[in-house]
């Protein structure tokens, strides 16, 4: 809550993101972003690329800003389910081994989130049961790369098998 809105005694701004439609979002973010236009180079309002530069610019930030942006790429997407893009990667291993394949856990189901918290940036996170002796019953881990094409993904942890999402 502001200074000023604290010695008036009026009660704290609050945006229910989950009832805004993306045209209410869009000019929620460019209203508390007001360079956005100018940083991401943005013309064309109505194309689904820009509006969904403009979910991974607000991601990006954190709090209510964080929020916005999640729920414009959530309603941007066809399933409503968050992936990362495919260019996505913070790991240069792209590609798991055999062994790396052989001795990976299976995670199902599971649940890739972007998740923020505080004041820390935003980051993809896998969640969901695995099914290994060697592991933990349950995963919360961060994301380095999702490898699509072997349904396998990269964490802190090491890499995991991916079977029926969540």
């Not at 945006?15 to 360079?35: A, G, K, T, W």
């Not at 798991?96 to 599971?110: G, L, N, Q, S």
Request: glycine share 6%.
């Amino acid at each position: 809550m502001t200074a000023p809105r604290r010695r008036f005694g009026l009660p704290p701004l609050t945006i229910h993101v989950e009832s805004m439609d993306i045209e209410e979002l869009v000019n929620e973010s460019l209203h508390r972003q007001r360079d956005m236009a100018e940083i991401l180079d943005l013309y064309d309002f109505g194309c689904d690329e820009t509006i969904s530069r403009i979910g991974w610019h607000m991601s990006q930030r954190t709090g209510s800003d964080f929020r916005i942006g999640r729920r414009i790429l959530q309603l941007m997407s066809k399933d409503s389910y968050l992936m990362p893009p495919p260019e996505f990667r913070l790991s240069r291993q792209t590609e798991p081994t055999e062994e790396d394949m052989f001795r990976a856990p299976i995670v199902t189901p599971y649940r890739v989130e972007l998740w923020q918290s505080g004041s820390t940036p935003a980051e993809w996170r896998v969640h969901g049961s695995v099914y290994h002796r060697d592991w933990e019953p349950r995963i919360w881990s961060r994301l380095l790369f999702l490898n699509r094409q072997w349904g396998m993904a990269l964490t802190d942890d090491g890499w995991v098998r991916l079977g029926r999402r969540i």
